[in-house]
């Protein structure tokens, strides 16, 4: 998979060896990904394994924009790897422990391809693989972890007895609180200061002749520390060897979906395409559904068709997939989308319409053209593709709209779902930052709020928006859920909590 060179560069610094798939065991749940694959892998498989592994890191950066506390970035983050990615210790038996890691090993090495062409990338991906590595470490087996950590040279001093007993005083001053200071029973260990920089700027540390005297407590931060290091050093050298790969056809269009994957998370419908089976809605249904259902991107195509009495051809692909697809539900069939097309285009002649957009509602259906079964349209590809010009309406409000344009169009979509004045400064901040999926995730909170979704709960298990149709269907799961449990009591079922 990777070229004799960019296994070169990517070798084990401190064996100073390339390893080969020969000697490569998955000895261990937790890896520094010193050295890449070298086997055959096949795009499907290039794609998923790299896939699966951003859907857990967009979440952990979509945690940081919220500025979640560290225990619920952990939760959501270990929920989602038990979904996508799950790493099981050497000690379950019943699970194919090496088939686990040789995924995580692929999607790692995949993605350092996919983000390493910017500064910022590499940034952000070194962020978020640095948490996910900080959140295994913690999460692993203690055992286990030790041998990990036995395994490799960290270039770290054990400070001897003589030398402690010497510090003492200092190294009792350096511990955070007078529960741990107990110098004597404790180990330390020497770096370089500029190996644990977050401890010396917290003054956690002595420091003494370049060296920070780091305590057994606090070792984990010179491992973190290393692994956010080293993998800093191999993008920089991934990206030098990168420009040979980019006349590679196969590989380069799936590396640009990977690196926007940041943008908007990654949906589960990525790369999935949507039957016209689903939840058999009517088109008499869909402008009730939109009022209480929808996103703002879809709100928004749905009030201008609404005003305008037509949708030009980008709104009218993005509104009629999202209408159509049914794998998260709504699912309008063919009869019923042409007849809400013909009836929401009611300034349109028959004839007209029978000319010019019946066979764009049957082409949107795979019934005409290339007879293609499009998908809808995720928000990654909704922020990214096909950017609007000032007349048009399709987009993300998010990100297509003005601060006051956006800010005006939010009320009046959702107050009258709770959402108010006062909500704006934090979805305005996070617009601003660049994170519009996780402002229109504090959206669908705050106006689902009278239906039990609570602050950083997103549409279920701490998950941001996604994906439209996500969005949609989360909020009418949740609808039905209210009505079901006020039918059981209505009934005198006893409603459990
Ligand atoms: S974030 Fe996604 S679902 Fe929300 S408005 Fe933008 S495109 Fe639509």
Redesign the pocket.
Known sequence: MFSARERFLDTNENTGQVQTHSNLKYRFRLNFYDTPPIEDITIEEFETCALDRLRVLAEIESSFARNRPYDELKTITLAQCQKYLPLHSSSAITVDTDAERRKDHIGHFVLRLAFCRSEELRRRFVKAETALFRIRYESDDREERGKFLGSRDFDWIKVSDGERKVYKEQLAAAAPTAKEVNVDNENYYKVKWTRVPDLVEKRRVFLKGGYAYVPSREQSSIVFQEFQTSLTKALEMTAKALPRLDEDTRIVPILNNLSQGFL?GVSSEWSTASSTEGDGITADMVEDLARRHF????RNLQETMRRDRHLKHFGRWQYGLFLKASRWVLGLPIEEAIAFWRKSFSNIQEDKFNKEYRYNIRHLYGLEGKRANYPAKS?TQ??TTDQPGSSDSHG????HFSADNLQTALLSMYSSQGLTAADLPEIMNTVKAGH??V??TRVFEITHASRGVKKGEGVGDGES????NQ?AARSRELERGKAEAAKAEADGDVVMG
């Not at 996103?295 to 879809?298: D, Q």
């Not at 928006?465 to 439209?468: Q, R």
């Open positions: 908007a996103p703002a991107c879809m928000c909704i922020l993300c409000p998010y990100r519009y999926h402002a229109c928006v996604t994906h439209p969005y």
